[in-house]
């Protein structure tokens, strides 16, 4: 009955910009913690940014520090990746996932309890 599904990856150059969404049925997402993972081919999950309480608290992998933003609609019940200045390494599945409780705490060893399926971003020229 809990669903998360994610959008909006897909094919872009170095520099480019996507905003991932995270569509989120059968719970309140102002409930819960949210995060985004993502892999690589060849490598291991890396956790890429979690929002607690909107406008609270947000953290994000370093190697994505300052480039990309996480936020909410929580009319809309979603979660969102606003991925800016994009590289190739950023390429991979990302994921989101969802945890009760309004605070991001040990976030990284992704143990959430809900996950979507994923949506592939290609970063290339």
């Known amino acids: 009955q809990f669903q998360l599904v994610e959008s909006g990856g897909g094919l872009v150059q170095p520099g480019g910009s996507l905003r991932l969404a995270c569509a989120v049925t059968?719970?309140?997402?102002?409930?819960?913690?949210i995060s985004w993972f993502r892999r690589a081919p060849g490598k291991e999950r890396e956790g890429v940014s979690c929002?607690?309480?909107?406008?609270?608290?947000?953290y994000y992998a370093d190697s994505v520090s300052g480039r990309f933003t996480i936020s909410r609609d929580n009319t809309k019940n979603t979660v969102f990746l606003q991925m800016n200045n994009l590289k190739p390494e950023d390429s991979g599945v990302y994921y989101c996932a969802a945890e009760i409780g309004v605070y991001c705490y040990d976030w990284e060893t992704g143990d959430q309890t809900y996950w979507g399926k994923g949506t592939l971003v290609t970063v290339s020229s």
């Open positions: 929002s607690g309480e909107d406008g609270i608290s947000a």
């Open positions: 059968g719970f309140k997402v102002d409930s819960y913690h």
